[in-house]
């Protein structure tokens, strides 16, 4: 069984691997479901991941249809994290009608290996997770993270149950969306999964003495005396529960 934690970070990557997750996926922007960080952040990754970095590769949040201007930007993403020492990528791309994108993948495929290629969870915006999955499959992607076209993996574990059997051993089905300590066992037991992705985070209070509460740079209310980082003990006790 294998615990891929999507942190958003350097420490949280290393949070991760302390606590026991096998792979990471590195992302910024984790409100808008993650997008692709910066080379800095991937660099210092590279430095505290033995093994197991998956960059985000994601111009921005929103639906995954994305522009030339923002095909181009994906294209020089990946190429920037494999010469930063990037494992894998993860990557999606839909046509208008709800159907991968099979002609701009196999573009970012081709220039993504020999690093790792998982395809988020863009698959669980297709209008067909059977059809979609033969298509990733007909890529060579490698892994697809998927809440089977739920809210959550727990809700979608049938749909899940049923990729899991349709791929057979040809691309593996990772169940993500929802998954914590109190229901990652019966999300495995449900769907037959040897892939689980998690997100595991706790809030760390700023080192700061003066502090002005009226003002935030973000989202009104939102404070800026704190910010999250993954839970190193929460994925040791997902890994334990496996």
């Known amino acids: ?5 999507c942190v958003n970070s350097a420490f949280s990557a290393a949070e991760a691997m302390a606590g026991g997750a096998r792979r990471v996926e590195l992302c910024e922007n984790l ?3 993650g997008t692709t960080p910066g ?7 590279r430095k505290v991941v033995g093994k ?14 994305y522009t030339d201007e923002e095909f181009e930007i994906m294209r020089h993403d990946i190429l920037a994290a494999r010469e930063l020492g990037a494992d894998g990528v993860v990557f999606g791309i839909l046509e ?3 159907r991968i994108d099979t002609e701009r993948m196999r573009e970012l495929v081709a220039l993504a290996r020999p690093m790792g290629i998982t395809c988020h969870r863009a698959f669980d915006m297709t209008e067909d997770p059977l059809r979609a999955l033969e298509d990733l499959i007909r890529l060579g992607i490698d892994r697809v993270l998927t ?3 739920a809210p959550t993996a727990l809700a979608g574990a049938i749909t899940l149950r049923r990729l899991v059997e349709a791929a057979s051993g040809r691309i593996t089905v990772m169940p993500g969306g929802g998954i914590k300590e109190h ?3 019966e999300v495995a037991r449900l769907t037959g999964a040897s ?3 998690v997100r595991l985070e706790k809030k760390v209070s700023s080192r700061m003495d003066f502090r002005r509460q009226e003002v935030s740079m973000g989202t009104q209310g939102q404070s800026e005396y704190e910010h999250t980082v993954t839970d190193r003990e929460r994925i040791r006790q997902v890994v334990s529960l496996l």
């Open 195 to 197: 892939e689980f992705h």
């Open 39 to 45: 080379p800095g952040t991937i660099s210092l990754a």
């Open 96 to 98: 208008p009608g709800g």
């Open 1 to 5: 069984m294998t615990v891929e934690a």
């Open 183 to 185: 229901n990652i066992a």
């Open 52 to 65: 197991g970095l998956f960059v985000m590769i994601r111009p921005r949040g929103g639906d995954f249809l």
């Open 31 to 33: 409100a808008d479901g």
């Open 147 to 149: 809440s089977g076209h």
